[in-house]
């Protein structure tokens, strides 16, 4: 079975300061997906990255970051010197080859940056 | 390339109505996904169709809730007889091929389903 775990619930910091969001995934196959999307307020989704399984090299984005270790199967997102346009709820979400139908989503961690 | 598009983008209706949620993939997209996302939780996978065929309808409620993907037109997931319980945020992705190496789906807006 795929799962997404996202164990942060809500974060809050202060503008500027970094910030982490974690994500730990269980599959059991080889071939799979990871992503990332935002939802701001307004609702929609926005794909922020997508990484496959034999890709372990982190990435970085402006002011976003990823940290991909199979090792421990997490998939974490930092936000360095976060901005209040970064409050949004964000998604880690799962696909893998077996399910190649479905796009598995963690619940979720709403951050809030304060001014 | 427009986007996946959704409409209504909100919906209200009242218990025991239908609700007609309608999806147009990305051009050149035959494949359509629809997901639920109930509040204060992440999307859930309902269904996914390919032109005139339903593919994985696992995550279906077995009552009251059906989608369709017809060779014209848009796709229609359709849900009957409304309770309150079914007010959520329902989003629709495509995607050009099932899997491929560098896999992806689009997703649309969003339709906000209200029941009152």
């Known amino acids: 079975a795929q799962k997404v775990t996202q164990a942060q619930t809500e974060i809050s910091v202060v503008e500027k300061e970094d910030v982490t969001l974690d994500c730990v995934y269980e599959?059991?196959?080889?071939?799979?997906?990871l992503f990332w999307y935002k939802q701001p307020p307004s609702g929609e989704l926005v794909f922020l990255i997508r990484r496959n399984s034999f890709d372990e090299q982190n990435e970085i984005s402006g002011r976003y970051s990823w940290n991909f270790q199979k090792s421990t199967s997490s998939f974490n997102f930092t936000i360095t010197a976060s901005q209040v346009v970064d409050s949004a709820v964000y998604f880690c979400?799962?696909?893998?080859?077996?399910?190649?139908?479905?796009?598995?989503f963690g619940s979720g961690t709403r951050l809030s940056i304060r001014p | 390339n427009a986007g996946v598009m959704q409409n209504p983008r909100h919906l209200v209706r009242r218990r025991g109505q239908e609700a007609r949620l309608r999806c147009s993939p990305m051009?050149?997209?035959?494949?359509v996904y629809w997901y639920r996302q109930l509040p204060e939780e992440g999307l859930k996978f309902m269904v996914y169709l390919q032109k005139e065929n339903i593919i994985d309808e696992s995550g279906m409620p077995k009552e009251r809730f059906s989608a369709e993907f017809p060779k014209e037109g848009p796709s229609i997931l359709r849900i009957q007889q409304v309770v309150r319980g079914d007010s959520a945020a329902y989003f629709c992705?495509?995607?050009?091929?099932?899997?491929?190496?560098?896999?992806?789906?689009?997703f649309g807006p969003g339709t906000r389903l209200t029941v009152t």
């Open positions: 051009k050149g997209h035959s494949h």
């Open positions: 599959t059991r196959d080889t071939t799979y997906y």
């Open positions: 979400a799962l696909t893998t080859y077996s399910s190649a139908s479905k796009i598995i």
């Open positions: 992705a495509s995607s050009a091929k099932r899997w491929e190496g560098t896999y992806e789906q689009y």
